[in-house]
């Protein structure tokens, strides 16, 4: 069974920056595609950012230029750094994992194909 535990949601001004982190266990990272969702109160689960390698990386028009996603295999870590943050990014921040195979970009942002899901964590932004 995989495990993943999400980690650095907060409270931030407008503007500021925060620094999500999951964390992976119960099998060998690299195997997954990682990504990011996040969901708003009476909203749906927003794709925000997937990771299938170490430098391919898929992000919501949204957050294109803020948010950024990094994967750090040794630790089993991905991790996503949000900068110039809107009253538009507050949501619980998911982290999520697959090892189905995808073929198109749309796919990758879809939940169904995610198997494994944290707790979430909560960011809020005040404006």
């Known amino acids: 069974q995989v495990q993943l535990v999400e980690s650095g949601g907060g409270s931030v001004q407008a503007g500021g920056s925060l620094r999500l982190s999951c964390a992976a266990s119960?099998?060998?990272?690299?195997?997954?595609?990682m990504a990011w969702f996040r969901q708003a109160p009476g909203k749906g689960r927003e794709f925000v950012a997937c990771?299938?390698?170490?430098?391919?990386?898929i992000y919501a028009d949204s957050v294109k230029g803020r948010f950024t996603i990094s994967r750090d295999n040794a630790k089993n870590t991905v991790d996503l750094q949000m900068n110039s943050l809107n009253s538009e990014d507050t949501a619980v921040y998911y982290c999520?994992?697959?090892?189905?195979?995808?073929?198109?970009?749309?796919?990758?942002?879809?939940?169904?194909?995610?198997?494994?899901w944290g707790q979430g964590t909560q960011v809020t932004v005040s404006s």
């Open positions: 990771s299938w390698s170490l430098r391919t990386k």
């Open positions: 119960g099998r060998a990272f690299t195997y997954y595609t």
């Open positions: 999520a994992a697959t090892q189905q195979s995808w073929s198109t970009a749309t796919e990758a942002m879809t939940t169904s194909i995610y198997d494994y």
